[in-house]
Each structure stands twice: as structure tokens, then as C-alpha cells.
């Protein structure tokens, strides 16, 4: 099992920066990909940001150069994966899932989310 935890999130204007964090734990060291996803209210969960096999990097068509995820180094069996935002706008707004998972997929594990509101 794989234990994440979600914080960063929060109110920001058009334009702005925002860092999400992700703490894991647990048995991460079986862990393939790491991920972000989000859900805008009214839609489907999308991914956002995913690492593959700690060095290969994707992003969700949106991002457009604007996100960057990133990974601590494991110490000891805990982790942090962190999400850069910057040039946030409107459609950015939504809940915020940190995700793990055994194959390129990181959808075995989830945390709770966190709330991202971009507004001015």
C-alpha cells in the first residue's frame, strides 16, 4: 500500500504561481509512475502531469509548457512529488489528485485531492 497526501492548493489570481506537494509513503519503492490528476467541477478527471520509470516526463496537452512535476529522492520509504503552476487561468480551477501506480498508468493509488481556485 501507498499512502498520499496532498497539500499546496489554494486561491490564486490569473497569472499566478502555485507549488502542489505530494507526500507518499508506504511501498513506493514498487511504485513505475507517479501523477497528477485533476478534476474541474462538472468533468471527468484528467491527467495533468506523470512520471514514468522516475525519468521520463508527460504532460497533459493543456499544460503547455506552463507545469512541472517533479520527484524528491526516496528517503528511506517516503517520497515527495511536487507540481510547479505557473500562468495559471480560469480553467485551471478544480480538485488537485496526487496518484501512484505499478505501470505507466498512475492510477493505483490516489490521494484526497486539493482544491485549486483560480480567480480574480
Do not use: H
Amino acid at each position: 500500500q501507498v499512502q498520499l497526501v496532498e497539500s499546496g492548493g489554494g486561491l490564486v489570481q490569473p497569472g499566478g504561481s502555485l507549488r502542489l506537494s505530494c507526500a507518499a509513503s508506504g511501498n513506493i519503492f514498487s511504485i513505475y509512475a507517479w501523477g497528477w490528476y485533476r478534476q474541474a467541477p462538472g468533468k471527468q478527471r484528467e491527467k495533468v502531469a506523470a512520471i514514468i520509470s522516475n525519468f521520463r516526463t508527460e504532460y497533459g496537452d493543456f499544460v503547455k509548457d506552463r507545469f512541472t512535476i517533479s520527484r524528491e529522492a526516496n528517503e528511506g520509504a517516503k517520497t515527495t512529488m511536487s507540481l510547479a503552476m505557473d500562468s495559471l487561468a480560469f480553467e485551471d480551477t478544480g480538485v488537485y489528485y496526487c496518484s501512484a501506480g505499478l505501470d505507466p498508468r498512475p492510477t493505483s493509488y490516489w490521494g484526497q485531492g486539493t482544491q485549486v481556485v483560480v480567480a480574480s
